[in-house]
T-cell receptor, first 111, second 113 residues
Framework: SQKIEQNSEALNIQEGKTATLTCNYT??????LQWYRQDPGRGPVFLLL?????KEKRKERLKVTFDTTLKQSLFHITASQPADSATYLC??????????FGDGTTLTVKP | DGGITQSPKYLFRKEGQNVTLSCEQN?????MYWYRQDPGQGLRLIYY???????QKGDIAEGYSVSREKKESFPLTVTSAQKNPTAFYLC????????????FGPGTRLTVT
């Protein structure tokens, strides 16, 4: 069956360190993958999109990698800050314009 | 100021009643989506529409209905047939096709007792 798995537990890190979140998938061949941030009680906000032919994409302190052989995407936040604390969702393209979301990883950055 | 709005933010209903959640966007997006989110879980797609007067079932459409009479509006009706309607409902919009991010509304938290 088709499955998307993100880090199964919440991630706690110290301010200034790099946070690395994982998104693994099985039985999909997505043309692209997206990462969103969601704060409690609010709608997700788009962060980055990476295509299947791109290995890496960066935006300020954010970096996403996409390995279609391993069926995995890694999402990095460098020099993390308490304001980065949120739930991060990965979403796979599963049918032109339709995306399937993972359950998310809750990141807490401690000062 | 462009964006996507949902109303109300909180909604309470008695079991057995139908309820309609509003979603409006002024981003000129062709595609609109409805998701349901339960505590600690990701988003599950209920219905989506790529163009006016057309919509498709998502992964959990049973007990829900939608309409898309205008480009800007995509209301969701939670019917009494939905077994577990209490949840956080999110509406989103995007340009139609692939490689476009979705813009989400603030959500409506529906509680049915």
């Amino acid at each position: 069956s088709q499955k998307i798995e993100q880090n199964s537990e919440a991630l706690n890190i110290q301010e200034g360190k790099t946070a690395t979140l994982t998104c693994n998938y099985t039985n999909y061949s997505p043309a692209y993958l997206q990462w969103y941030r969601q704060d409690p009680g609010r709608g997700p906000v788009f962060l980055l999109l990476i295509r299947e032919n791109e290995k890496e994409k960066r935006k300020e302190r954010l970096k996403v990698t996409f390995d279609t052989t391993l069926k995995q995407s890694l999402f990095h936040i460098t020099a993390s800050q308490p304001a980065d604390s949120a739930t991060y969702l990965c979403a796979l393209d599963t049918n032109a314009g339709k995306s399937t979301f993972g359950d998310g990883t809750t990141l807490t950055v401690k000062p | 100021d462009g964006g996507i709005t949902q109303s109300p933010k909180y909604l309470f209903r008695k079991e057995g009643q139908n309820v309609t959640l509003s979603c409006e966007q002024n981003l000129n997006h062709d595609a609109m989506y409805w998701y349901r989110q339960d505590p600690g879980q990701g988003l599950r797609l209920i219905y989506y529409s790529q163009i006016v007067n057309d919509f498709q079932k998502g992964d959990i459409a049973e007990g829900y209905s939608v309409s898309r009479e205008k480009k800007e509006s995509f209301p969701l009706t939670v019917t009494s047939a939905q077994k577990n309607p209490t949840a956080f409902y999110l509406c989103a919009s995007s340009y139609s096709g692939s490689f476009y991010e979705q813009y989400f509304g603030p959500g409506t938290r529906l509680t049915v007792t």
